[in-house]
């Protein structure tokens, strides 16, 4: 924690990025860190702009990390499309993206989706259907 505090002192900003798709592996570990943020009165706001993991975000990480200064969470949703979604067999459930990108919604934070246009099996229509909806 010292280390972000000087960063954010020596940069003169208030903006952090996160890099790490598996920033929330460990739920102890973000809400001591998210705590100790919070507990010096940092005046950041951070996001993780290559994504983290929607499988295991829950309402709880998300409100402590939107208290700590979290602002944008880009994630890899890859398919809007259940059933393509489902052929790419990265693993995951399309369930769980949508508890994560409703649970985002509901606190009102800014959602980068990540996804791929390019598989082959992906036609306009599919598009469409359930990006526009």
Same mark, same amino acid.
């Given at each position: 924690?010292?280390?972000?505090?000087?960063?954010?002192?020596?940069?003169?900003?208030?903006?952090?990025?996160?890099?790490?798709?598996?920033?929330?592996?460990?739920?102890?570990?973000?809400?001591?860190?998210?705590?100790?943020?919070?507990?010096?009165?940092?005046?950041?706001?951070?996001?993780?702009? @290559?994504?983290?993991?929607?499988?295991?975000?829950? =309402?709880?990480?998300?409100?402590?990390? $939107? &208290?700590?200064? /979290?602002?944008? #969470?880009?994630?890899?949703?890859?398919?809007?499309?259940?059933?393509?979604?489902?052929?790419? @067999?990265?693993?995951?459930?399309?369930?769980?993206? =949508?508890?994560?990108?409703?649970?985002? $919604? &509901?606190?009102? /934070?800014?959602? #980068?989706?990540?996804?791929?246009?390019?598989?082959?099996?992906?036609?306009?229509?599919?598009?469409?259907?359930?990006?526009?909806?």
């Amino acid at each position: 924690m010292d280390e972000i505090e000087f960063a954010l002192k020596i940069f003169k900003t208030q903006n952090l990025e996160v890099s790490d798709d598996n920033f929330l592996l460990d739920k102890e570990r973000v809400i001591k860190i998210m705590e100790m943020i919070l507990t010096r009165n940092l005046k950041m706001r951070f996001r993780f702009g @290559n994504g983290i993991r929607a499988d295991i975000l829950d =309402e709880e990480n998300v409100r402590i990390m $939107k &208290n700590a200064g /979290l602002y944008e #969470v880009g994630m890899g949703v890859e398919s809007a499309d259940p059933d393509l979604f489902l052929s790419i @067999n990265k693993g995951g459930s399309f369930n769980k993206i =949508e508890n994560a990108i409703s649970c985002l $919604k &509901n606190m009102i /934070l800014m959602l #980068v989706v990540l996804s791929s246009l390019a598989y082959l099996v992906q036609r306009e229509k599919s598009i469409k259907k359930h990006i526009f909806k």
